[in-house]
Nanobody
Framework: QVQLVESGGGLVQAGGSLRLSCAAS????????MGWYRQAPGKQRELVAAITSGGSTNYADSVKGRFTISRDNAKNTVYLQMNSLKPEDTAVYYC???????????????WGQGTLVTVSS
């Protein structure tokens, strides 16, 4: 089995910063893409940022220039540095690992349990 454990959420004032971390563990051979999604109350889950094992990144337009995704392949860990936070960034943030190849030769997509980010105005 493969698990994702997130940390770093919390309450911050508008204009502040937070850093989210997500560590993958278990029977992992490799992970292609890792990313962060978020879901605000009453809204659909949306992609925030993603990064491949080669370092290619993709960001939602709403976070470009404010958020930075990075990854430590050796630790199977992905980070999301969030700066200049706005109240509209308030959501539950979910870590995602896509195209996980297990040591048993299987392919998985795995989600974390979510971490709440609240930005006060």
């Amino acid at each position: 089995q493969v698990q994702l454990v997130e940390s770093g959420g919390g309450l911050v004032q508008a204009g502040g910063s937070l850093r989210l971390s997500c560590a993958a563990s278990g029977s992992i051979f490799s992970i292609n893409a890792m990313g962060w999604y978020r879901q605000a109350p009453g809204k659909q889950r949306e992609l925030v940022a993603a990064i491949t094992s080669g370092g290619s990144t993709n960001y939602a337009d709403s976070v470009k220039g404010r958020f930075t995704i990075s990854r430590d392949n050796a630790k199977n860990t992905v980070y999301l540095q969030m700066n200049s936070l706005k109240p509209e960034d308030t959501a539950v943030y979910y870590c995602n690992a896509d195209e996980v190849v297990t040591t048993h030769g299987g392919y998985l997509e795995v989600w974390g349990q979510g971490t709440l980010v609240t930005v006060s105005s």
